[in-house]
């Protein structure tokens, strides 16, 4: 590979391909799997999806995957939906994830911080006596394997214990953030009928404590499966009536029993967003989770136990699994539990300092709102030992690209990554050993066949199309709760091109092998037959320093028309008048196209997002379509129900 490369944002030096835990892989699989030694990562990507099987078995190698029974086959069945993956196997994904606290006793394998930003480490070898009190007492109440374990929590040490005590018995996590109501859990834990609950009293945020009794209680009385409560008093509070404290559990100084599972047996539940309906009960697999992380984690993160790994998240949404994944690696990973810009805007990297964190995730959203409140992170912060800061949730536009570059370092890794819950993984995005384009996701990751296609099935480069996966990944839902014939699991991702997932995004796949991310298909823009994403214009307007947010929507109108409006969410002081009604049109017609200009510019409110911070496109759609507000949107899973009445009104007055 050429190191210079004028275009480049971004080029990994020699040494740093060299030492790459991908590149070290790919030599020793090409000694032993037949993997091509030459052609650098778009070879080696070839080849995982050309052999797909190979490619697995040499990964479960690689990382020494400890099979307590071998498999018979690493991939039966591979039609999708149901391929069947390593069948015969057992193994259990805890065992792996507290593999490193038999030789790194005393290093953390955890270390968390609240508002106060002051680290607070638990070592492996704690972490790894907890998990074995824990899972002691789960089995003394009952639990079993296939029982389901749920938590009201949030991103603290005690949930990282609660789930991998839950894997090592075999039973089956599910959690929420307690910033969630209570309808919005129930939505959610109803579903899968669990037997032991663990929660907490409260949370801090924003400097202010949440008291969240009441909300417990509701859930008590709700959940009529539940054998025993758990509670950790976060504020400081007494476990309520019948209900078993946390110290008690985990008091005991026992190892860890591991319960050795089928590869396919259910790991967790995650949900997706639901933003019309109940959120989709998504269950992953113990090995699928457990092979698809190894090599996401330690092939494309390139993590291991000389690395620190904060992401910004929270117990709702998919990036803390991903997280909490990151033992596998026998990597310290950093538990951040608090507002993302308190006690300003600047929190998220003042943690990646305080914790010395070579890998920092966040979101585009928190890239651009540092942008545009001048925080200067190489300026305010020693960010020496952060290798590359990776970002998800939207598409992170060019200028997120060159703020980074400009404002942390000029030799910085930028990892833009998609995937989504359904995989808990990433369909495309970091690469060590690749160069970074602004705007562009490096490349799909190994394994994965990620294709763009165009509605009748051709794939297409450099071209617009469906975000699409030809072949089986580990990771893939085993099924959806309470499906029992399998159709909704069908109907979400296989009904639009048989036996080929289709995810629901518009991408290209350029002619150098990177992937640029536009938007859900299914809330595309489409004006005069030309697609466009919405992240576009987003980008486009964000710029504005009087637009705080936006929201774009194409409306198919009865009469055949199109209708486009842009709502934009204004910043203090700033009006919506005739002037910045122009800089709106003509900034869009100029860094987009005339056909992306919208038909209105409406001031609103605010716009609304999913609970895990996701801008709601399709329910207001359908609102502005007419649809009642209790059959556009699941309101439970909505952060400001408030906002939508605006677009019900606005949605009337057309009418």
């Known amino acids: ?91 259990n994904y805890g065992e792996h994830a507290l593999r490193a606290a038999e030789t790194r006793t005393d290093e953390p394998a955890l270390l968390y911080v609240d508002e106060t930003h002051e680290a607070t ?33 949030p991103n603290i040490p005690q949930a990282v214990a609660a789930l991998l005590a839950t894997a090592a018995v075999g039973a089956v996590w599910t959690s929420c953030a307690p910033d969630f109501g209570a309808r919005s859990v129930l939505d959610r834990f109803q579903q899968v009928e669990p037997v032991v609950l663990f929660t907490v009293d409260g949370y801090r945020y924003g400097g202010k404590e949440h008291d969240r009794r009441d909300v417990v209680a509701e859930l008590r009385r709700e959940l009529p499966t539940l054998r025993a409560v758990v509670h950790i008093p976060l ?15 985990t008091s005991a100084d026992v190892a860890p029993v591991f319960e050795e599972v089928p590869f396919d047996h259910p790991l967790w539940v995650l949900y997706s967003s639901g933003t019309t309906g109940l959120p989709k009960a998504i269950v992953q697999s113990q090995g699928g989770i457990l092979v698809e992380h190894l090599k996401q984690l330690g092939l494309h993160c390139d993590l291991g136990p000389e690395d620190r790994f904060f992401w910004y998240t929270s117990t709702g949404w998919m990036m803390w699994n991903f997280l909490v994944s990151g033992l596998l ?47 200067h992170p190489s300026q305010d912060f020693d960010l020496t030992r952060v290798r590359c800061v990776a970002t998800t949730g939207s598409p992170l536009p060019p200028d997120g690209f060159r703020w980074l570059h400009d404002e942390v370092r000029d030799d910085l890794w930028i990892a833009s990554v998609s995937g989504g819950t359904d995989v808990c993984s990433c369909f495309a995005g970091a690469v060590p050993t690749l160069p970074v384009y602004i705007g562009e996701l490096q490349a799909p990751g190994l394994g994965t066949d990620l294709q763009s296609w ?26 959806f709760w309470n499906d029992p014939d399998g159709s909704r699991y069908h109907d979400s991702y296989f009904d639009t091109y048989p036996g080929v997932w289709r995810h629901g995004d518009w991408i290209t796949v350029t002619s150098r092998g990177s992937v640029v991310i536009h938007g859900r298909s299914d809330s595309t823009l489409n004006r005069q037959g030309v697609r466009m994403g919405s992240a576009d214009i987003y980008e486009a307007v964000e710029r504005l320093p009087e637009i705080k947010e936006s929201l ?31 800089r709106i049109k003509q900034t869009i017609r100029e860094q987009l196209s ?14 609304p997002h999913t609970l895990t911070g996701k801008r709601i496109e399709v329910p207001v759609k359908r609102l502005l379509q007419g649809a009642p507000l209790e059959k556009a949107v699941n309101v439970g899973s909505v952060d400001n129900v408030e906002l939508l009445h605006f677009y019900e009104e606005l949605a009337r007055k057309r009418g």
């Open 594 to 607: 005339p056909r992306h200009v919208p038909d209105e510019v409406i001031e609103v409110p605010g716009v």
């Open 454 to 479: 165009d509605p009748s099935g051709k794939p297409l480069i450099d071209e617009v199309g469906e975000l699409v996966v030809t072949n089986p990944m580990p990771s893939m839902p085993i099924r």
């Open 121 to 153: 480490p638990v070592s492996w070898s704690e972490l790894r006596r907890q998990v074995g009190s824990l899972a002691a007492e789960l089995r003394a109440l009952g639990v079993r394997p296939g029982d389901r374990v749920s938590g009201y929590l």
């Open 329 to 375: 690696t026998g990597t310290t990973i950093v538990l951040y539990d608090g507002s993302p810009g308190y006690p300003d805007t600047g929190a998220q990297w003042r943690i990646a300092e305080r914790t010395g964190a070579t890998l920092f995730g966040t979101s585009a959203a928190y890239v651009m709102a540092c942008r545009k409140a001048g925080v």
């Open 1 to 91: 590979m050429s190191t210079a490369n004028p275009s480049a944002l971004w080029q990994p030096d020699p040494g740093r391909i060299t030492q790459a835990q991908v590149t070290k892989f790919q030599a020793w699989a090409a000694e032993h799997h037949g993997a091509p030694s030459d052609g650098g990562y778009p070879a080696l990507h070839s080849w995982s999806v050309r052999e797909l099987d190979t490619f697995w078995k040499a990964v479960t190698e690689w990382f020494d995957v400890r099979f307590s029974t071998p498999y018979a086959r690493v991939l039966g069945d591979r039609s999708m939906p149901g391929a069947e993956w390593f069948p015969g196997a057992t193994l």
């Open 235 to 249: 504020l400081g509070t007494e476990a309520p009536e019948g209900a078993l404290d946390w110290s008690e559990l």
């Open 552 to 582: 774009v929507i194409g409306v198919e109108q009865p009469d055949g028309g199109y209708w486009m409006p842009l709502f934009v969410h204004l910043a203090p002081g700033a009006a919506l008048d005739e002037a910045l009604l122009n």
